[in-house]
């Protein structure tokens, strides 16, 4: 009787008087009844049915087609939108800069960032184009320190909205089915996170979620990825921040973090899922993981994906970048560099070992033995050398690097010593070795132009973060000669005799969206050490031969989607060379084909 019900209800409403189709039509199993009925259908389970046409309000709900006050007047009329809007017709770019005033009006990051993201959700084109056209003023934003903040209000501002997957231990043996849950089909780029350690701020559980969903906005902004292509997750294995433990809104489980083979069986069996239903051409990028544990993954499932992480790869590259900048400058090739790598982290490791295959690689000579020669590692003790104290107890990553040469206690013996052309320095926690005022000067003693590339961020406050020397101090004590870099500087800084140099930050945004557009094109199920020097290369060969000469090592940052097609372009054709590309026939011109795979964010015109 219910089913006949129904059917002579929609039977009514399409023979409407005005004979025309009808605005969806939403309604539940059950048909109203008196309040007895209400209260009955309401304590028995009931099946949610909706039958919809996309228009009217369904349209404007729907943030991949909704246009707000953009829609003209004709399709006003044509998709039932008349008096649902009021009567004025925006141009995207005046709701560009409606936006724009709204996000400049917050008093504080997070608040522009929360607004910034809040529009993803009611107007996707919108939200990319504004966040695309005005990269140079949001890009900080969509970056740390703000993404883990806004991080650890997650719970707070967590909507129902299906903006990610979340997959826990509970759904072990059931991943395959949940993934079918995900609204998109054709999946090319995953970013993976477990929330042990976003940035400076450690364990944030589940919450660690909108690092990805940051980052895949980066993925189409700046490197023309498909939205729908992109698919962020989050792997809940519980936390170890006591904080979140006992908060009674956090979103997540509430138990100590698991590691070990459940961690890994989860993993494991959430990537032969993703293999089974996207294939194996998918770009799966670790981010705000501790370092071992997407050490391991990486190293795993690297014959399988093409794997990707900012620490094992992505910093690496984008100083490999700007070190290829600077030579012209500096004057000899890779080769005859000496590089100093100064810290207490795995991650500097991960940069030697960059340098020493694009050394090793270069003009096609060259064993690792010797590529090791010009780089030296400096830690708290000091120079790592094979007579060292406690050279039978170095870590595992230290050890190939480890030189047989007199010990050095201090950087600056170090630095006298070695007489290094780059200077590089990344730790995890506070650094050991500051880059005082002795060291820059010593460093500027056997140098014309030393490249200082200071990349730690340590924020022991909780706010103004540092690294292991200001760009204005570094610039000063080499009288202006040295070559500057850092993740933290990004505007002109003052030089001895009144004038002002252009910096940009150096940052991974440079390489992860470019290199995702080239896996794309290409169809690559890899992503090797050899493309990665050529994505750098082509971030290199981006940097205007002006600011070149002005000491400028990064491109500009308004010129991030023209980076990317280089990059991508870079990438598909070392792997169309290394047959790991499977999208076949290759492309006659791999840059033009990258640019027309990108995402175009402006509006499109209905019928």
């Known amino acids: 009787m219910l089913a006949a019900a129904r ?50 309000v369904d349209l404007m709900r729907d943030a991949r087609y909704n246009k707000g006050l953009a829609f003209s007047q004709l399709e006003r009329d044509r998709l039932y939108l008349r008096g649902l809007l009021p009567p004025a017709v925006l141009s995207q770019e005046i709701q560009a800069e409606r936006v724009l005033t709204n996000i400049r009006s917050k008093s504080n990051p997070i608040d522009r ?36 903040r806004y991080c650890q209000g997650y719970s707070l501002m967590f909507r129902s909205m299906p903006r990610a997957m979340y997959l826990s231990l509970e759904d072990k043996g059931s991943i395959f089915s949940i993934l079918k849950n995900w609204p998109e089909r054709r999946i090319k780029a995953i970013c993976l996170t477990d929330g042990q350690r976003v940035g400076n701020l450690g364990d944030l559980g589940v919450q660690a979620i909108g690092v990805p969903i940051s980052r895949l906005a980066l993925y189409t902004a700046c490197g023309g990825v498909v939205p729908s292509a992109c698919m962020p997750v989050t792997i809940d294995a519980g936390t170890d921040n006591e904080t979140l433990l006992q908060d009674p809104i956090y979103v997540g489980t509430k138990h100590r973090r698991v590691r070990g083979d459940a961690y890994f069986e989860l993993v494991d069996e959430f990537l032969t899922a993703v293999r089974r239903r996207y294939g194996t051409a998918v770009m799966i990028d670790c981010a705000g993981m501790d370092y071992e544990t997407q050490s391991k993954l990486i190293n795993t499932y690297r014959g399988t994906f093409p794997m990707y992480s900012d620490s094992a790869f992505g910093l690496p590259t984008v100083a490999l970048a700007a070190i290829y900048s600077a030579l012209p400058i500096m004057g000899g090739s890779l080769r005859e560099q000496k590089f100093m790598l100064v810290g207490e982290s795995p991650r500097l490791t991960a940069i030697a070992e960059m340098l020493e295959e694009a050394v090793q690689r270069e003009h096609g000579r060259g064993t690792v033995l010797e590529a090791r020669k010009n780089i030296f590692l400096v830690d708290s003790k000091g120079l790592v050398v094979r007579d060292r104290s406690d050279a039978e107890h170095l870590e595992d990553h230290k050890l190939p690097y480890a030189q047989e040469r007199p010990t050095c206690d201090s950087l600056l013996d170090a630095v006298k010593q070695i007489q290094p052309t780059v200077l590089i320095g990344l730790s995890d926690e506070t650094p050991p070795h500051a880059f005082g005022k002795e060291v820059c000067e010593a460093l500027a003693a056997s140098t014309q132009h030393p490249l200082i590339m200071p990349l730690s961020r340590v924020s022991p406050s909780g706010e103004a973060e540092a690294s292991e020397v200001s760009a204005a101090d570094a610039l000063a004590w080499t009288q202006g000669r040295a070559l500057f870099t850092d993740k933290l500087t990004a505007g002109e800084v003052a030089v001895p005799g009144g004038d002002r140099r252009l910096l940009r930050a150096l940052d991974t945004t440079y390489i992860f969206p470019g290199l995702a557009l080239g896996l794309m094109v290409s169809r690559s199920t890899r992503v090797r050490e050899d493309m990665l020097i050529e994505a750098a290369k082509a971030v290199a060969r981006d940097v205007p031969d002006e600011d070149r000469a002005a000491g400028v090592l990064l491109p500009p940052v308004a010129a991030l989607r023209d980076v990317a097609a280089h990059v991508a372009a870079a990438v598909a054709n070392k792997a169309y060379n290394n047959g790991v590309a499977t999208e076949l026939p290759r492309p006659h011109d791999v840059l033009d084909k990258s640019y027309s795979w990108m995402y175009n964010p402006r509006y499109r015109r209905y019928r």
């Open 7 to 56: 059917y002579a209800l929609r039977r009514s409403l399409a023979a409407d008087g005005l004979g025309r189709a009808a605005p969806a039509v939403r309604s539940l199993s059950v048909l109203p009844g008196g309040e007895d009925d209400e209260r009955e259908s309401h304590s028995r389970p009931t099946t949610p049915w909706v039958r919809s046409v996309i228009s009217g």
């Open 113 to 148: 960032h929360t607004y910034l993201m809040s529009l993803q959700e009611r107007n996707e084109r919108l939200f990319y184009y504004v966040l695309s056209e005005h990269i140079e003023e949001l890009l900080p934003i969509m970056l740390q320190p703000t993404i883990g």
